[in-house]
């Protein structure tokens, strides 16, 4: 029986590539990106040039026209930008890939009738809060890429009333692990630990994430793209487990046997930051998944790993 085809929009990136490298037998998967952040050397292993399409999400005939070629019936959309500093400096740009993006990739998947669309959203949605969130509460972000990512969440509302397509809305937290693309706090204390340095500048070091490793998210988009499902469901994506900066490089220290020294440099500090954001991840757990990668041996495979954006 030949394979069902998976559409990964965004998959040469940090998160795509994580799922293509560990997940790629079940399906034949093809990838969609225009390399803009992510690398073809993080999934050339798997994918090959006639599962690759350079191409922007942004240009509508072109996806219509892959999708027409390809006949997916499975879509994940992570093709998106999302490192907040970015998108604060570049508003337009981020709603026009995430907003108009998602608006073309969902047109594409109603032409040629999937059988499922996983959306990749993100705790950004959330207002701030002090404690665990689950996915029944409120939204209110608190920056353009938030409002993007949650007005891709009524749009995949309004796709699944048009199509009666199941549709999921995963909501990713802070991501860590191989290939990262953007200068997010773990890959900066990684650069720099690898250039040999042990008094290494940080921004805020107040706020507290919630970290889950790529293999692990893997897993759970492996998971939420076997199960069967009717109408939208929502799904946080994260660890639930919340690490501040310093605990952050406390475990880098562990895991070189070595002192490090932070020193925070005002050029790097955000203006504004939410100081807690921690998933409630009972939802998701239900189903059977549960992540196995701890901080400490995650931060282990980074040490002397070169890939960094
Ligand atoms: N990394 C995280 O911590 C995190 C947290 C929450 C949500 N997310 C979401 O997860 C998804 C994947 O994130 P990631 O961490 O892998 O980021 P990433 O930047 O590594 O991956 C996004 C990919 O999309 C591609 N892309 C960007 N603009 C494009 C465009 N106009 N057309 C086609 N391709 C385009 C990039 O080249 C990149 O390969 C994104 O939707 C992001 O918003 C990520």
Not at 134 to 143: F, K, M, R, V, Y
Request: with cysteine.
């Amino acid at each position: 029986m030949s394979k069902k085809k998976l559409v990964i929009t965004g998959g040469a990136g940090f998160i795509g590539s994580a799922f293509i490298s560990n997940f790629n037998s079940e399906y034949e998967i093809f990838v969609i990106d225009n390399l803009s952040f992510g690398n073809k050397k993080f999934i050339s292993d798997v994918i090959d040039n006639q599962h690759f399409f350079k191409e922007d999400v942004r240009n509508s005939n072109a996806i219509k026209s892959i999708f027409k070629t390809v006949k997916p019936h499975i879509v994940l959309h992570l093709a998106a930008v999302h490192f907040i500093p970015y998108c604060n400096e570049h508003p337009y740009e981020s709603a026009d890939i995430n907003i108009s993006g998602t608006i073309n990739v969902l047109n594409a998947c109603e032409d040629v009738g999937v059988e499922k669309i996983i959306f990749a959203s993100t705790a950004a949605v959330y207002p701030i809060s002090n404690v665990a969130v689950s996915e029944n509460h409120p939204t209110g972000p608190l920056d353009i890429y938030g409002l993007s990512k949650l007005s891709g969440e009524h749009l995949c509302n309004e796709f699944y009333l048009k199509t009666n397509t199941p549709t999921i809305i995963c909501r990713f937290f802070n991501a860590f692990g191989p290939n990262e693309t953007n200068p997010h706090l773990i890959p900066e204390i990684q650069l720099q630990i690898n250039e040999g340095k042990r008094t290494i500048q940080l921004g805020n070091l107040e706020p507290k994430r919630d970290f889950i490793h790529t293999y692990d998210m893997a897993k759970a988009l492996r998971l939420l793209i076997d199960i069967p499902i009717k109408g939208v469901e929502i799904y946080n994506l994260g660890r639930g487990i919340e690490y501040s900066v310093k605990e952050i490089v406390e475990a880098f220290e562990r895991q070189l046997g070595e002192k490090i020294t932070i020193e925070q440099n005002p050029d790097r500090m955000r203006k504004s930051d939410r100081m807690h954001l921690l998933a409630d991840v009972s939802k998701l757990k239900k189903l059977g998944w549960n992540p196995t990668w701890s901080i400490d041996d995650g931060v282990k495979t980074l040490i002397d790993f070169s890939n960094v954006y």
